[in-house]
């Protein structure tokens, strides 16, 4: 019988390389020991996702100084040993507070290994309430240097005005601040400063008020929060995803959905200014309202358990009526109404 062929010693470093990045850490280094070819093929990893729990799970529910340390101390190893350009780097300190130097330093180390996707998620110093963390850390300095983004995810982190020496992410695509300390100042700068952006995640941020969101590539918007007003001009907009809707003037391309703006949770864009597709949600709107909004581009509408099923009924069919262009609707909540032409 012939010997069975080992498929994975054919493969070239940094395509095994690239196996070993879909394993938890832990377990691509324990790779090591397999044979001479594969001790050091861990230091070549492209894509490191570290947290606590990855690497030492006997201390995911113990977060004593020495838990600390040692995460600390087997994350600076790792990244010392590496040898090669990060593709993406992915650092979750869940309930480990771990030093600010020692996270400084590992950024500064993915900066120089032109790292194209980031994500940086520390612990809440504590909770606000259900929804809002109160962040406090600051952002390392190395970030702005990572030049060569294309993805960015920030956590919990406080972030309010860009280094004079920062020259822009040229090539970030798409960006997500989540529980963060922010300025409708920063938010405007930063978004000036990445001309290719195109997808912009708000979630649980402190700090936006009255935020004008202007960037000529960004077609896709999810927020989450409170704002008096958020204003979106933006040639190439598409979508508005409100999770939590709590805008008092929310305005898109030129119009204005003033007092619907609590209740929309999405809506589709098409042409410039146009409405195409609207998702309401909590309370209750007028026909006459809605058609002063959506004009006469509105081709679908998504309701959103608002009122009795008599009360619906009418209101769908006096907007089928009005608008020649709406084809479909539905009302999701204890009935389940659909109409459409």
């Known amino acids: 019988m012939p010997p069975v062929a080992d498929i994975l010693s054919t493969l070239p470093n940094p395509l095994l390389g690239l196996i070993l990045s879909k394993l ?23 894509q490191l996702t570290l947290s606590p729990i990855l690497l030492v799970p006997t201390t995911s529910r113990d977060p004593n100084p020495d838990s600390v340390a040692t995460v600390e101390k087997i994350i600076s190893n790792l990244l010392m040993l590496h040898s090669a350009d990060i593709e993406a780097f992915h650092l ?39 929804f809002i963390y109160n962040p406090g850390r600051e952002i390392p300095p190395a970030l702005f240097s990572c030049t060569h983004l294309a993805t960015l995810k920030l956590s919990n982190y406080n972030l309010k005005h860009l280094p004079t020496h920062f020259s822009g992410f040229n090539h970030l ?23 290719f952006l195109q997808k912009l995640t708000l979630h649980f941020c402190v700090g936006l008020r009255k935020s004008v969101i202007s960037a000529p590539n960004l077609t896709h918007l999810s927020v989450d929060g409170r704002w008096e007003a958020l204003t979106v001009n933006c040639p190439k907009f598409r979508t508005l995803e409100m999770v939590l ?23 589709k864009m098409q042409c410039g200014s146009n409405v195409a597709v609207l998702w309401l949600t909590w309370g209750y709107a007028s026909v006459e309202r809605v058609l002063e ?43 389940d109404l659909v109409r459409q032409k």
């Open 92 to 130: 979750f300190t869940y309930h480990l507070q771990f030093t600010r130097e020692s996270v400084w330093q590992w950024v500064t180390y993915a900066a120089s290994r032109n790292v194209q996707h980031l994500s940086l998620c520390d612990s809440p110093k504590e909770y606000c309430n259900l």
């Open 24 to 46: 938890p850490i832990r377990e691509a280094v324990r790779c090591s020991v397999l044979s001479k070819r594969w001790k050091f093929l861990y230091t070549q990893i492209p």
């Open 293 to 335: 909004i959506v004009g006469k581009a509105l081709k679908k509408l998504v309701i959103n358990d608002m009122w009795s099923e008599r009360q619906m009924v009418v209101f769908v069919d006096n907007l089928l009526e009005r608008l020649p262009g709406l084809t479909r609707v539905r009302v999701r909540s204890m009935f």
């Open 245 to 267: 809707p709590n805008i008092g003037d929310l305005r898109i391309n030129g119009v204005l959905f003033h007092e619907l703006s609590c209740l929309v949770s999405k809506t």
């Open 173 to 195: 695509i798409t960006c997500s601040f989540e529980g963060m300390q922010l300025t409708d100042e920063f938010l405007s700068c930063f978004i000036s400063h990445s001309p």
